[in-house]
């Protein structure tokens, strides 16, 4: 079969062409393949601490329930949620072992 791609794409591309709307759909998603991801736009509240997560996890599930988010995007979001807060607390236990290290060596 590999031998024959071009000839196979050839008569895809003829298929398409001549007006066969399978042929027509197959090219084009190789031309421009649909989007996997999309931006999606709604009302989070700020992240100021780790404990400000569950207000946004409740945000991102309120968003599901009225349908403005799907699921799948919903558990996206929820990574991004987790990361976030994962980072957040990383830079707040670094500063809390920054000012115990500057106690220690006074």
């Known amino acids: 079969m590999d031998g024959q791609a071009t000839a196979l794409t050839q008569k895809a591309i003829d298929l398409a062409l001549g007006g066969d ?3 027509l759909r197959l090219c084009l998603d ?3 393949p649909p989007r996997k991801d999309r931006p999606v736009t709604f009302t989070l509240p700020e992240i100021k ?3 400000d997560a569950a207000a946004v ?6 968003a599901v329930a009225s349908g403005e988010l799907t699921p799948s995007d919903a558990a996206e979001i929820g990574k991004l949620i987790d990361s976030y807060v994962k980072a957040f ?3 707040e236990l670094s500063e809390r072992l920054e000012r115990l290290e500057r106690m220690t060596s006074q």
């Open 89 to 91: 607390e990383t830079a």
């Open 57 to 62: 996890v409740s945000a991102v599930l309120a």
């Open 30 to 32: 190789r031309i421009l």
């Open 49 to 51: 601490s780790a404990q």
């Open 21 to 23: 709307m399978t042929a």
